[in-house]
């Protein structure tokens, strides 16, 4: 669906909050495809019948223990954070720009400055 919201929406960057909840999870999923009657969608079908009856298809990815709240920097965030990260941009087209690691103001990562 993120992918759908970045084609429909001409997004050129992605702001990811809340990134310090993913904390202590083995695994998180990620959903890369949609399936409907044996037929995989790598794009979110726009037929709403389709849509009803797809079951969404996942790829796992290893999660992290080493907490991310407050981190300040990229290189500072646990190595399977940024490979989720990674897996994301990947997968959506476009960059992270963003990343929120708590409720604090300055508790984000500022990739790219998206105000030039």
């Not at 909050?17 to 990620?30: A, E, N």
């Not at 991310?68 to 920097?73: A, E, I, M, Q």
């Not at 646990?78 to 476009?94: F, M, Q, S, V, W």
């Not at 990343?99 to 105000?115: A, K, P, V, Y």
Request: hydrophobic content about 30%; proline content about 3%; aromatic content about 10%.
């Amino acid at each position: 669906m993120l992918k759908y919201a970045v084609q429909v929406n001409g997004l050129t960057g992605l702001a990811f909050t809340k990134m310090d909840i993913l904390d202590g999870l083995d695994k998180i999923k990620v959903c890369t495809a949609y399936e409907h009657q044996g037929k995989y969608y790598t794009q979110f079908p726009r037929n709403i019948d389709i849509l009803t009856r797809c079951q969404p298809v996942y790829e796992e990815v290893d999660g992290w223990k080493e907490p991310t709240s407050g981190v300040k920097t990229y290189e500072s965030l646990p190595e399977n954070a940024r490979k989720y990260l990674k897996k994301i941009e990947e997968e959506i087209g476009i960059n992270v720009q963003l990343i929120s690691t708590g409720e604090e103001r300055d508790s984000s990562i500022i990739l790219e400055n998206q105000f030039g």
